[in-house]
């Protein structure tokens, strides 16, 4: 599959879209949950965080977060969620989309719930970087020492 | 991965949990008593009680090995779904899971290190029947004397006489377990 | 001799109501709310999640808010609850030229691709008290400019492309972990990072300052220093592939050490390394000078005795939670031992005085 590499898989899109969602924001965006089974979870744990010595050498254990993860099934599909946090609805949430994005309704959710949750993420992101490209330095030399 | 090794986990995690750490502590206290457990709905031939000791002891930080004739897919698929658990070969596992047939040699199993004798691996033998009656226990944990229907005796002595060192093991039958830590004095009858 | 002793669980009890009611304070003031200490005491709540090695901002902020804004007391209630948690995974190693920079500046290149972008910072202010806060009142919004999403290329890359700075070897070796088996020495490097990054800020920035004085001096520069949001990517088998989990803000510094050479290596640049939860500038800095210092072994250097080159010295005294713990302690009843020792006291004097008058 030489082009697994260069096109995003989708899912993964999606996953990491609604593990960094606000739980309140999702949870306003779908407030009902169609009926599904739990099979694993909601369960809060940890996952141990891993940097790289010098950013780019062998990996050390910085830290835990706080992860909350779920997998329910829905009809014939199965969706899983690993969300930050310790939010349960969250994570039940966020695996319940999972699983309605394998589905035929898959369509009508990305427009309603992951599209907004997409936009909004872009918005403070793009907000984050502005605020940060105001407080970028502009040099201007005074006085060059060899000029005298 | 399978549909089936998503099913059979704990359903309240923190309770089973707990109540099936309750009964893995005590029968390792308590060498010879059997103990009842439950929760867990592995997939076939994984015994119930074997299934309740993987999701309570195991997760990725114990290396899980399974014995050939436990090493199916759908067990493999389990395991890691619902621990988390790698799986890996006998000398390197924190955890072994077979019959006695599938695990023995027993001596390719970690036995520790002087300076951290429990670094060892914990051994969670299948076994067609699990009674009160047959090998001679005594030692740390049992008042006078107990029995236990081992799969044999000279494994499990050559084992006591490693101690500090050594392995520790659980012998599993449907949803009974019973514990035989490295401490005991093993002695057919 | 061991005496069990019993009682005084009323004067507990009653201790504790007090505590709680002191810890309300004034009940004509409003009641801090979690969420504002996560919010407006963010740098508090980001030191308690760097040092309780938990990145979780509103257990943080409770943390606060239970133990009366002591950070040790808050750091140790984070470490007791971490150690409650299923441990659900390991993430892939963060990428740290990725991040979403809020900061992001270099003392040794003026000019640097990405520029130097102050962020959120106390630098350049004039370090007087802000009278106007006393009051409450709204906060203008910061103002904007255009921006560019792309990430900020690392300061050491630019200088290794020449070979002009050490480079760190790449690898997927599973690092030990401090948190689940006794820490053995020598320590490698990556255990070295674990634990400076989870230590006491003040033990770690004393450290630090220590080098910076002459005990171990290395000569350091702050290469680059860059606060912002990395995404936290796991494997997750039952996929079979990754996804990203959530997000974290991250400190990182990376110094430039002047490094004239040794047996085994060329004259070039060395290097160390600082990576802690949050916005946490202090804290990076001096965690790269105290890496530096460790490293002299590595890098054929002489040890001069200086505690920060000592990783014995560093690595088992860093730890806040530790100190704080065997420090207590003996505060805690000791009854027997002392009255062992008042006994030994007095046959010595008795002794002493005996043998006095006798030569008299």
Same mark, same amino acid.
């Given at each position: 599959?030489?082009?697994?590499?260069?096109?995003?898989?989708?899912?993964?899109?999606?996953?990491?879209?609604?593990?960094?969602?606000?739980?309140?924001?999702?949870?306003?965006?779908?407030?009902?949950?169609?009926?599904?089974?739990?099979?694993?979870?909601?369960?809060?744990?940890?996952?141990?965080?891993?940097?790289?010595?010098?950013?780019?050498?062998?990996?050390?254990?910085?830290?835990?977060?706080?992860?909350?993860?779920?997998?329910?099934?829905?009809?014939?599909?199965?969706?899983?969620?690993?969300?930050?946090?310790?939010?349960?609805?969250?994570?039940?949430?966020?695996?319940?989309?999972?699983?309605?994005?394998?589905?035929?309704?898959?369509?009508?959710?990305?427009?309603?719930?992951?599209?907004?949750?997409?936009?909004?993420?872009?918005?403070?992101?793009?907000?984050?970087?502005?605020?940060?490209?105001?407080?970028?330095?502009?040099?201007?030399?005074?006085?060059?020492?060899?000029?005298? | 991965?399978?549909?089936?090794?998503?099913?059979?986990?704990?359903?309240?995690?923190?309770?089973?949990?707990?109540?099936?750490?309750?009964?893995?502590?005590?029968?390792?206290?308590?060498?010879?008593?059997?103990?009842?457990?439950?929760?867990?709905?592995?997939?076939?031939?994984?015994?119930?009680?074997?299934?309740?000791?993987?999701?309570?002891?195991?997760?990725?930080?114990?290396?899980?090995?399974?014995?050939?004739?436990?090493?199916?897919?759908?067990?493999?698929?389990?395991?890691?779904?619902?621990?988390?658990?790698?799986?890996?070969?006998?000398?390197?596992?924190?955890?072994?899971?077979?019959?006695?047939?599938?695990?023995?040699?027993?001596?390719?199993?970690?036995?520790?290190?002087?300076?951290?004798?429990?670094?060892?691996?914990?051994?969670?033998?299948?076994?067609?029947?699990?009674?009160?009656?047959?090998?001679?226990?005594?030692?740390?944990?049992?008042?006078?004397?107990?029995?236990?229907?081992?799969?044999?005796?000279?494994?499990?002595?050559?084992?006591?006489?490693?101690?500090?060192?050594?392995?520790?093991?659980?012998?599993?039958?449907?949803?009974?377990?019973?514990?035989?830590?490295?401490?005991?004095?093993?002695?057919?009858? | 001799?061991?005496?069990?002793?019993?009682?005084?669980?009323?004067?507990?009890?009653?201790?504790?109501?007090?505590?709680?009611?002191? /810890?309300?304070?004034? &009940?004509?003031?409003?009641? !801090?709310? @979690?969420?504002?200490?996560? $919010?407006?005491?963010?740098? %508090? =709540?980001?030191?308690?999640?760097?040092?309780?090695?938990?990145?979780?901002?509103?257990?943080?902020?409770?943390?606060?808010?239970?133990?009366?804004?002591?950070?040790?007391?808050?750091?140790?209630?984070? /470490?007791?609850?971490? &150690?409650?948690?299923?441990? !659900?995974? @390991?993430?892939?190693?963060? $990428?740290?030229?990725?991040? %979403? =920079?809020?900061?992001?500046?270099?003392?040794?290149?003026?000019?640097?691709?990405?520029?130097?972008?102050?962020?959120?910072?106390?630098?350049?202010?004039?370090?007087?008290?802000?009278?106007?806060?006393?009051?409450?009142?709204?906060?203008?919004?910061?103002?904007?400019?255009?921006?560019?999403?792309?990430?900020?290329?690392?300061?050491?890359?630019?200088?290794?492309?020449?070979?002009?700075?050490?480079?760190?070897?790449?690898?997927?070796?599973?690092?030990?972990?401090?948190?689940?088996?006794?820490?053995?020495?020598?320590?490698?490097?990556?255990?070295?990072?674990?634990?400076?990054?989870?230590?006491?800020?003040?033990?770690?920035?004393?450290?630090?300052?220590?080098?910076?004085?002459?005990?171990?001096?290395?000569?350091?520069?702050?290469?680059?220093?860059?606060?912002?949001?990395?995404?936290?990517?796991?494997?997750?088998?039952?996929?079979?592939?990754?996804?990203?989990?959530?997000?974290?803000?991250?400190?990182?510094?990376?110094?430039?050490?002047?490094?004239?050479?040794?047996?085994?290596?060329?004259?070039?640049?060395?290097?160390?390394?600082?990576?802690?939860?949050?916005?946490?500038?202090?804290?990076?800095?001096?965690?790269?000078?105290?890496?530096?210092?460790?490293?002299?072994?590595?890098?054929?250097?002489?040890?001069?005795?200086?505690?920060?080159?000592?990783?014995?010295?560093?690595?088992?005294?860093?730890?806040?939670?530790?100190?704080?713990g065997f420090l207590e302690h003996i505060k805690l009843p000791h009854y027997v031992d002392f009255q062992a020792e008042l006994e030994m006291i007095r046959k010595l004097r008795r002794e002493a005085m005996a043998h006095k008058e006798a030569a008299e």
């Amino acid at each position: 599959m030489p082009s697994a590499q260069t096109e995003p898989n989708p899912r993964k899109l999606w996953m990491g879209l609604l593990a960094r969602c606000a739980p309140a924001r999702l949870a306003a965006l779908m407030p009902d949950l169609p009926p599904h089974d739990l099979l694993r979870g909601p369960e809060i744990g940890a996952v141990m965080v891993q940097g790289r010595v010098g950013g780019t050498g062998q990996p050390f254990n910085l830290g835990e977060m706080t992860v909350t993860r779920c997998s329910v099934r829905l009809g014939d599909a199965v969706g899983h969620a690993h969300v930050q946090g310790r939010d349960r609805a969250h994570a039940i949430r966020a695996a319940v989309m999972d699983a309605l994005m394998q589905t035929e309704q898959a369509a009508s959710f990305e427009a309603t719930v992951l599209a907004p949750l997409k936009a909004e993420e872009s918005a403070a992101r793009a907000l984050r970087a502005a605020k940060a490209a105001a407080t970028k330095v502009e040099f201007f030399t005074l006085v060059r020492g060899e000029d005298k | 991965m399978t549909p089936e090794a998503l099913l059979g986990g704990f359903q309240t995690a923190p309770i089973q949990s707990a109540r099936a750490f309750r009964a893995a502590l005590e029968a390792m206290a308590r060498p010879g008593t059997i103990w009842e457990v439950e929760g867990a709905m592995p997939p076939t031939p994984m015994s119930v009680a074997a299934g309740v000791l993987l999701l309570t002891l195991c997760d990725g930080t114990t290396p899980v090995h399974l014995g050939g004739s436990l090493d199916l897919p759908v067990v493999r698929d389990w395991v890691t779904f619902h621990t988390g658990a790698p799986l890996v070969a006998a000398e390197d596992a924190r955890f072994a899971l077979g019959t006695w047939a599938d695990l023995t040699p027993v001596n390719r199993f970690a036995i520790g290190l002087p300076d951290y004798p429990d670094r060892s691996a914990t051994l969670i033998v299948e076994m067609p029947r699990l009674d009160a009656e047959g090998a001679r226990l005594t030692g740390p944990g049992i008042k006078d004397v107990a029995h236990l229907s081992l799969p044999e005796t000279q494994a499990f002595r050559a084992n006591r006489a490693l101690f500090p060192q050594g392995f520790d093991t659980y012998l599993t039958c449907g949803s009974r377990l019973a514990g035989l830590p490295r401490s005991t004095i093993v002695e057919a009858v | 001799m061991y005496v069990a002793v019993k009682g005084g669980e009323r004067a507990i009890d009653a201790a504790h109501a007090w505590l709680a009611e002191e /810890r309300r304070g004034d &009940t004509s003031v409003a009641e !801090l709310s @979690v969420a504002q200490i996560r $919010e407006q005491l963010a740098l %508090a =709540v980001n030191r308690v999640m760097a040092e309780g090695s938990l990145y979780d901002a509103d257990l943080a902020a409770l943390a606060i808010k239970q133990s009366r804004g002591d950070l040790i007391e808050a750091i140790f209630l984070i /470490r007791a609850y971490r &150690t409650t948690l299923p441990r !659900l995974g @390991v993430s892939l190693p963060l $990428e740290t030229a990725e991040m %979403a =920079v809020s900061r992001r500046i270099s003392a040794t290149f003026k000019d640097l691709p990405g520029g130097q972008i102050l962020g959120p910072t106390f630098d350049y202010t004039h370090r007087l008290l802000d009278f106007k806060l006393a009051a409450e009142g709204e906060v203008a919004a910061a103002p904007t400019a255009p921006a560019s999403l792309e990430p900020v290329p690392h300061v050491t890359g630019m200088l290794g492309r020449d070979g002009l700075i050490q480079s760190e070897a790449y690898g997927n070796d599973t690092p030990s972990d401090l948190t689940r088996e006794p820490m053995e020495l020598p320590a490698s490097r990556p255990l070295r990072l674990q634990a400076i990054t989870r230590g006491d800020e003040g033990f770690i920035l004393s450290m630090a300052y220590s080098t910076q004085r002459g005990y171990g001096r290395t000569h350091a520069f702050v290469g680059e220093l860059r606060i912002g949001a990395v995404a936290v990517e796991m494997e997750i088998p039952e996929l079979g592939f990754s996804v990203e989990i959530g997000e974290v803000e991250l400190t990182e510094c990376e110094t430039v050490n002047q490094f004239k050479g040794s047996k085994t290596e060329p004259p070039q640049f060395t290097r160390g390394y600082g990576l802690v939860f949050g916005q946490t500038e202090r804290k990076a800095i001096a965690m790269s000078l105290v890496d530096r210092a460790l490293r002299w072994k590595e890098l054929g250097e002489d040890f001069t005795g200086a505690p920060a080159q000592d990783e014995e010295f560093v690595l088992m005294h860093s730890d806040n939670i530790q100190a704080t713990g065997f420090l207590e302690h003996i505060k805690l009843p000791h009854y027997v031992d002392f009255q062992a020792e008042l006994e030994m006291i007095r046959k010595l004097r008795r002794e002493a005085m005996a043998h006095k008058e006798a030569a008299e």
